[in-house]
């Protein structure tokens, strides 16, 4: 007997304190409610924005016990008192009132995690097993007329050089796509905006060195056709910092044979197949190049350094004094005129057979070279580091003492630094 009293006992407090959460709860609301209203009314805007947020934080406080998780009028008083909040700030910059645009975005976003947080209540099975729905199609408009404003912020924080906000508004945008809310929107398909959002999604990440942020939206990103070289720019260059040369690689093709025009992709496979001798591959990229564009002062530079390195001195010649025609100044052909004449000499110092026309062959190929070497060293004073090692053999195979003592102090004091 006593311990039925005490069940009855429990039952009727339990009972009486989910009423007085009840009431307090819808108490909470109406107080909200009335935020909003004296918001609406007030005849300042710091008055209004006060009575907005005032409201927003409560529903916040209600909403921190699991027990009002599915009340729906907390999520749409909620919702209220953020839209209430976003439609002062548009009234301010239509007045061209001062007002901080990163609140006008923030609000968007809020208007967002509330309304595709309530659908999943919203979308909530009846009694009977079937999803209820009530609220889907007015909130999925709603939000339809609003989601510009994500792309827009994204684009507002990228200006401002805020990367990792305007990477969660461009991820916010693309993510619609994959919402229930927006089933019936199919932004995938009938969105022509989505790979520009892809490709400052994938920027901003980049911006950020996160890789996996970045490749998360590559697809994407290609599809948008007036920013494919840029994009494949941006692989190219997080792969490399992923350390997977090999898909570092295969970007610069890929983007050199897109637009072999575009001045990214041309120089970093020229380097990377440079750094491994592979002359046969840096040939063939440079004649592509030159297939694109055979007046290129750039390719064919490049094409006598490949025809340097293979040793096939004459054509690197024969191009870059046609470049010294075409522009006197042009100091890497004079470079590589210098050192295919010193290649050459030092070439031949190495064979075996000694005899004094041998060394006159040498003397002659370090005089060709000299004057080249000199030109240079005048039109590029501070590239100290290629014609510094060059000009010391050079003159002290030469018996030019009052040069050679001067660029030995020289290599001294850069040694020294």
Known sequence: MNIFRILLFTAAMTLFHGQLH?????????????????????????????????????????????????????????YDAIQAQYNLGNEQLYLKQPYDTTALFNNTAKMFDVLVAFDSIDAQPDKKGNPKLKYRERHAEILDNYRPNLFNGGAFFVNKGDYSRAYDYFDRYINCAQLPIFQGYDYARNDTVMPTAGYW??????????????????????????KQSQTTQYLAELYRLKGDTAEYVRQLRKGFAADPEYPFFFPRLMDYYNSREQNDSMMAIVDKALLNDSTSKLYRFAKSTVHLNMGKYKECIAICQQLIQEDENYGDAYYNIGLAYFN????????????????????????????????????????????????????????????????????NAAARK
């Open 22 to 78: 009840a009431q307090k709860t819808k108490k909470t609301i109406e107080q909200a409610k009335t935020s909003i209203k004296n918001g609406k009314y007030a005849d300042k805007y710091d008055k209004a924005l006060k009575e907005f947020e005032k409201a927003e934080k409560s529903m916040r406080h209600l909403l921190e016990d699991s027990a009002n998780h599915d009340n729906e009028k907390i999520w749409l008083t909620l």
């Open 201 to 226: 999604a994938m920027y901003s990440a980049y911006r950020m060195d996160e890789v996996d942020k970045a490749l998360k939206y590559q697809q994407l990103a290609l599809q948008d056709a007036q």
């Open 344 to 411: 050459q000499a030092v070439e031949l110092d190495k064979v075996a057979q000694r005899s004094r026309q041998k060394r006159r062959n040498i003397r002659a190929l370090y005089e060709k070279s000299l004057p080249f070497m000199e030109k240079y060293r005048q039109l590029e004073p501070s590239q100290q580091e290629r014609w510094i090692p060059v000009l010391y053999i050079l003159y002290l195979n030469l018996n030019m003492g009052e040069q050679f003592d001067e660029i030995d102090r020289l290599r």
